[in-house]
Nanobody, 129 residues
């Protein structure tokens, strides 16, 4: 049974860079056809896919939400079986619960926490001075 766990600061100041790490156990992030993803849910709003990485053979590709692409970077550390999200120039609008998740083959059209894949428990990030 794969397990995912988010870690990172709960409070970030405006204009700084948010960095979150997802540590995976029970499965390798280099396994083909899985989409290792970051998703967030701002207060009072729906779930929003941010980015994911996917392996095919020995190579991987990163995908980003177009509206966030200029501020987002997703990377991986295979030696630690982790993948990391960095979101730069944050504003209070980036306040959300951030989730890492694993999906097989595609990102679901409708995201629901705990459904259609494996999810971390989520971590609250607040952007405030």
């Amino acid at each position: 049974q794969v397990q995912l766990q988010e870690s990172g600061p709960g409070l970030v100041k405006p204009s700084q860079t948010l960095s979150l790490t997802c540590t995976v156990s029970g499965g390798s992030i280099t396994t083909n056809y899985y989409y290792w993803s970051w998703i967030r849910q701002p207060p009072g709003k729906g779930l929003e896919w941010i980015a994911h990485i996917a392996y095919s053979g020995s190579t991987y590709t990163s995908y980003y939400r177009p509206s966030l692409k200029s501020r987002t970077s997703i990377s991986r550390d295979t030696s630690k079986n982790q993948f990391t999200l960095q979101l730069s120039s944050v504003t209070p609008e980036d306040t959300a619960v951030y989730y890492c998740a694993r999906f097989l083959g595609r990102i679901p059209n409708e995201l629901r926490v705990g459904a259609s894949g494996d999810w971390g428990q989520g971590t609250q990030v607040t952007v405030s001075s």
